[in-house]
């Protein structure tokens, strides 16, 4: 079973694709969706993108969110989200 290491602090996720972060260029992101009800995540390419790829996200779930280092996500609300890896 992997072990996730935690490479940067804890932040939250922009709301808009405007304000849309690599979350410190990660590769590997985990996203902890701590409000109450189902929040959409945005992966794009750049900020502003109007490619934008979206996922939904229940409430009080987590996912791990493999990504390229310079591609962006933002959530419809501000939603936990850490930089990782995985370990043995």
Not at 14 to 35: E, F
Not at 41 to 67: D, H, R
């Amino acid at each position: 079973m992997p072990i996730t290491k935690i490479i940067a602090t804890e932040v939250s996720t922009g709301t808009t694709a405007g304000a849309a972060t690599s979350i410190s260029d990660a590769t590997l992101v985990r996203l902890h969706n701590n409000q109450s009800g189902i929040v959409t995540v945005g992966v794009s390419t750049i900020v502003g993108a109007a490619t934008t790829t979206y996922f939904s996200m229940p409430a009080g779930s987590v996912e791990f969110l493999q990504k390229t280092a310079s591609d962006v996500i933002w959530t419809t609300d501000a939603i936990n989200a850490n930089k990782v890896a995985f370990t043995n």
